[in-house]
């Protein structure tokens, strides 16, 4: 019976940490993105309209996308205290640590 339960705990840990992967590659693919595209769809159709307008705004949308999955990424909820894994509770906007490779409230090791 109690194996069940700590079986039970690691398959929603497990949940969360897929979770938490797709989110870190989101975050870079979407990183990526806002300094490949502007080049790769801006700079042709630059040339096409012959007007840097159309690079400016997949510039803006590409920052909007990496903003939007940067926001995904640290609002990730730690699988066992349920608080923002990379944010303490109490300390919302100085205890921001996207690197951090424990949660920042209760300390659970990160993909463990
Ligand atoms: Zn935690």
Same mark, same amino acid.
């Given at each position: 019976m109690h194996y069940m339960k700590r079986k039970d705990m690691n398959e929603s840990y497990e949940k969360g %940490?897929?979770?938490l992967r797709q989110r870190t590659r989101?975050? %870079?693919?979407s990183f990526i993105g806002c300094i490949l595209v502007p080049f790769i769809i801006g700079l042709p159709l630059e040339r096409l309209f012959e007007s840097s307008t159309p690079i400016l705004v997949v510039s803006v949308l590409s920052l909007v996308f990496f903003f939007k999955y940067g926001m995904n990424l640290l609002m990730f909820k730690c699988p066992r205290c349920q608080s923002n894994f990379f944010s303490k509770?109490?300390?919302a906007y100085s205890g921001y640590n996207i690197f951090s490779r424990k949660c920042l409230n209760c300390g659970l090791q990160k993909w463990h």
């Open positions: %940490w897929g979770d989101q975050f %870079w693919f509770k109490l300390d």
